[in-house]
């Protein structure tokens, strides 16, 4: 499985991003596709998940009501809608996949995910 993650950059608080992750290699509809993002200094934090069957997505608290996680299997592609960006939101992006389902209590853990994208650098900033 091959992950590449784009759409990162850097943007006014209150401001909005859309980030992509294109899969490749494998049956992407299998796949559940998730966000985790890491700020200079901490350990990598979950973001948002979308399970591979069913309709079952999760996010952070901090990010609720904020970002929005899509899935085009058409396209092997997974989006993170970011809007109302804070500074706190201000990290290396990650999109990572798993083969299969996930069950919840696994959801925000990055060792439950086996492949990893190259990660997108997102500032938010004045």
């Known amino acids: 499985v091959q992950l590449q993650a784009s759409g990162g950059g850097l943007v006014q608080p209150g401001g909005s991003l859309r980030l992509s992750c294109v899969f490749s290699?494998?049956?992407?509809?299998?796949?559940?596709m998730a966000w985790f993002r890491q700020a200079p200094g901490k350990e990598r934090e979950f973001v948002s998940c979308?399970?591979?069957?069913?309709?079952?997505?999760y996010y952070a608290d901090s990010v609720k009501g904020r970002f929005t996680i899509s899935r085009d299997n058409a396209k092997n592609t997974v989006y993170l809608q970011m809007n109302n960006l804070k500074p706190e939101d201000t990290a290396v992006y990650y999109c990572?996949?798993?083969?299969?389902?996930?069950?919840?209590?696994?959801?925000?853990?990055?060792?439950?995910?086996?492949?990893w994208g190259q990660g997108t650098q997102v500032t938010v900033s004045s």
């Open positions: 979308f399970r591979s069957s069913g309709s079952h997505i």
């Open positions: 290699g494998r049956t992407f509809s299998s796949y559940t």
């Open positions: 990572a996949a798993r083969n299969g389902r996930i069950i919840t209590s696994e959801v925000g853990r990055a060792g439950a995910y086996e492949s």
